[in-house]
């Protein structure tokens, strides 16, 4: 009697299903033929389920990675009959089922997935990009992006914001995405943004059609996370580059096998490691994502001229789900482009990590009607595992750069409790070495609960008298992050973002017009434009 079938195994005795043999690279359309072959002795099925799983293994069994233990008790052995009729240029073998999904979903998407909610929504995604962007301006990483960037110049003409350097749109898209995403004030999603606006300039691309590059590049993003799951080890911005090279691809019209290919080698070629979220942090934070941006850019431009990729990027041995994430669930993408999937659904008020955005609305103000930052004996925050990892260990007691800084918990909670509040100012040199704060911070503990949601935060406070008071974030949906912004709440962050970046009244409205309603705007190099240069940059 053959065993239950769970999820992600198969039953002892029987011989390797579909799944199985596209991660050892034998064509879906060969399974009557390689089955006679590909058996696995019910004595030896722990050690063939093992290997169809060696993407979760491999993060915490890395001595698996041995082949001969990895296929150990499957007979090897092949033969003839195997047939490519793909069909695909340079004679490249059949797309997996998951490449095949996102392409038809790129095909097929068009201006009547712009429903007026998505329109809406895209607007006060763009709206708060931009305020995102403007806050990045003239940061060390930012600017160290603006030099390399003058230093290409391109037949397809792109421009790095602020500074009016044109470039090579892949090196545009750095820039820009570096400073989208810098502040820690973006919905994250739209790091992908700088690619896709990029092509969108040196193409001459409509403001509706770079609208439908970024719904479905969310859209994407947000089924290729929902389907893959984080991933230990790996930034959740793995998704962002096929994302948006299937955005960016939309724009420069590539035909389905160009797409494939675009998005086979931005898999092949990017693979973002999460080390640059933990201990002391560098400019990489900022930048991993946009280096996202980037690697899209290049390889759908690549895969326009030619360039082929592995022919099964996330199913095939070796690919995404057997070397890094394990096995996915069924992708599926939304029929339309409804917002509550991506957009719109992940603004912040403030320039910090998402684990602390409910924390400020909720818990900070009742602690500093309570006492005085100057009265705290102790303080001890509960949070979730995730966030405890990323915000809380050891050096996030000791940040140096407002990249270790945006991102302890220890020093945001000890800098909003002193000021009132976090914003872009709260990250400068003499704020992070502020004695006030470094001495309150020694005073703060950082546990797990394990029960709590994303973003939930609780807060024992006690004051020199010995009084003590607990407050706790408010259970809200999605993610966690306080009360939801509002259109007006939007414009409001984006209008203060750019009195504080020097942004000229005249300038900040005619920007605001322009990216308020691309479905306006034929050429999107004119919005561009409206941000090409302002504030007030350093020379370079």
């Known amino acids: 009697m053959k065993k239950k079938t769970t999820k992600g195994t198969r039953p002892q005795g029987s011989a390797i299903g579909r799944r199985d043999m596209m991660k050892l690279g034998v064509g879906a359309g060969a399974g009557t033929l390689m089955g006679q072959f590909l058996t696995v002795p019910a004595a030896s099925a722990q050690n063939a389920q093992r290997g169809g799983q060696a993407g979760r293994r491999s993060a915490f069994n890395p001595e698996v ?35 095949r999904i996102i392409v038809d979903y790129v095909k097929s998407f068009s201006d009547s997935n712009l429903t007026e909610k998505v329109v809406a929504a895209l607007g006060n995604t763009m709206i708060d990009t931009i305020a995102s962007m403007i806050s990045g301006f003239e940061s060390e990483p930012v600017r160290i992006c603006a030099r390399l960037a003058r230093t290409t110049r391109s037949d397809l003409k792109s421009t790095v914001l602020g500074y009016g350097i044109t470039t090579s749109p892949e090196l545009a898209a750095y820039a820009n995405s570096s400073m989208i995403r810098h502040t820690d004030f973006n919905d994250h999603a739209s790091d992908m943004m700088g690619g896709i606006l990029a092509v969108g300039e040196a193409l001459h691309s409509s403001g509706t059609q770079v609208m439908m590059a970024i719904a479905l590049a969310y859209q994407i993003n947000s089924a290729l996370g929902a ?11 793995l ?17 389905e096998d160009q797409l494939a290919n675009a998005i086979s080698l931005v898999l092949t070629l990017h693979v973002p490691l999460r080390v640059d979220r ?20 290049f390889c759908a431009l690549a895969a326009r001229e030619g360039m082929t990729g592995p022919a099964r990027p996330f199913e095939g041995r070796d690919g995404l789900w057997d070397r890094l994430t394990g096995p996915f669930t069924d992708l599926r993408l939304p029929p339309t482009a409804e917002p509550g999937t991506g957009l719109a659904n992940a603004i912040k008020r403030r320039p910090a990590e998402g684990y602390t955005q409910a924390m400020h609305a909720d818990i900070i103000p009742q602690i500093r009607a309570w006492t005085k930052a100057d009265n705290i004996a102790s303080i001890h925050i509960e949070m979730p595992f995730s966030g405890w990892l990323e915000i809380a ?27 009132g509040d976090i914003y872009l100012d709260s990250f400068n040199q003499e704020k992070i070495m502020d004695p006030a704060a470094r001495n309150l911070m020694q005073k703060i503990t950082v546990s797990v609960n394990p029960d709590y949601p994303y973003g939930m935060v609780r807060m024992t406070v006690r004051n020199n008298s010995g009084g003590e008071i607990t407050k706790e974030t408010q259970v809200r949906n999605g993610l966690n992050f306080g009360p939801t912004m509002t259109h007006d709440d939007i414009i409001a962050k984006y209008r203060r973002v750019c009195e504080f970046m020097h942004v000229n009244d005249a300038q900040r409205d005619r920007a605001l017009a322009e990216w308020s309603d691309l479905r306006s705007v034929k050429d999107i190099a004119d919005a561009m434009q409206t941000l090409a240069t302002f504030g007030r940059p350093r020379p370079l």
Do not use: F
């Open 65 to 99: 990675w041995n082949e001969e233990q990895r296929y150990a008790g499957v007979k090897m052995e092949t033969g003839p009959g195997w047939k490519n009729d793909a069909n695909r240029a340079s004679g490249n073998g059949p797309m997996d089922t998951t490449t």
């Open 227 to 237: 389907a893959g799951g984080k991933t230990a080890g790996l930034d959740a911005g």
């Open 239 to 255: 998704y962002y580059a096929p994302a948006a090279a299937a955005g960016v691809g939309k724009l420069m019209g590539l035909n």
């Open 278 to 297: 933990t201990g002391v942090l560098s400019m990489q934070k900022g930048c991993s994502t946009a280096d996202a941006a980037r690697s899209a850019t």
């Open 393 to 419: 260990d050891p050096p996030k007691w000791d940040p140096r750069n407002r990249e270790t800084a945006d991102h302890s918990m220890a020093y945001e909670a000890a800098r909003a409790l002193i000021d």
